[in-house]
């Protein structure tokens, strides 16, 4: 299993209607709006390394107010 989190800065006005859309994409298991540099910090658990990459620059970054995305993968179990 690998554990990741996403972290995604989107446009002016845009967080609430992502944060939803985040959230129903399949390897997403939480998504929350947060204050900082980023506004929203998505988590996901796959199978493999593959799908992180998927979920992050094609489904997320791949979304309309998507402005910018970093993945971080865990390294603990």
Do not use: N
Not at 34 to 48: H, N, Q, R, S
């Amino acid at each position: 299993m690998v554990h990741s989190f996403i972290m995604v800065k989107t446009a002016a006005g845009e967080s609430e209607r992502l944060v939803d859309a985040i959230r129903g994409l399949t390897q997403i298991s939480e998504a929350h709006i947060v204050a900082g540099d980023w506004d929203i910090i998505a988590e996901l658990d796959t199978d493999e390394v593959y799908d992180v990459l998927k979920t992050s620059s094609s489904d997320v970054q791949g979304l309309k107010g998507v402005d910018d995305a970093k993945t971080y993968i865990s390294l603990d179990d």
